[in-house]
């Protein structure tokens, strides 16, 4: 049974940093990209940034130059760096595994920029 298990969320002032984890465990074939989606109080859940098993990226613009992704393949973990953050990121951040055949979610970790 495959589980994504989220940690580094939080609360941080404007400006602050955070990083995120997500470790995936269980058996998981054929991935085609990890990331991290988010969703804010009413509103749909969005894109953050994916990355490929070829270390191809794909950010979101509101986080370009912010965060950035990395994975550590042998430990199927995949992690966000998120510098300079902003109120308007305060959102629930999902880690997402895509494979050929289905995608996989964690639960969902918070994050709070508040002063």
């Known amino acids: 049974q495959v589980q994504l298990v989220e940690s580094g969320g939080g609360l941080v002032q404007p400006g602050g940093s955070l990083r995120l984890s997500c470790a995936a465990s269980?058996?998981?074939?054929?991935?085609?990209?990890m990331g991290w989606y988010r969703q804010a109080p009413g509103k749909q859940r969005e894109l953050v940034v994916t990355i490929t098993s070829g270390d191809s990226t794909n950010y979101a613009d509101s986080v370009k130059g912010r965060f950035t992704i990395s994975r550590d393949n042998a430990k199927n973990t995949v992690y966000l760096q998120m510098n300079s953050l902003k109120p308007e990121d305060t959102a629930v951040y999902y880690c997402?595994?895509?494979?050929?055949?289905?995608?996989?979610w964690g639960h969902g970790i918070q994050v709070t920029v508040s002063s």
């Open positions: 269980g058996s998981i074939f054929s991935i085609y990209t």
């Open positions: 997402n595994i895509r494979t050929t055949r289905r995608d996989y």
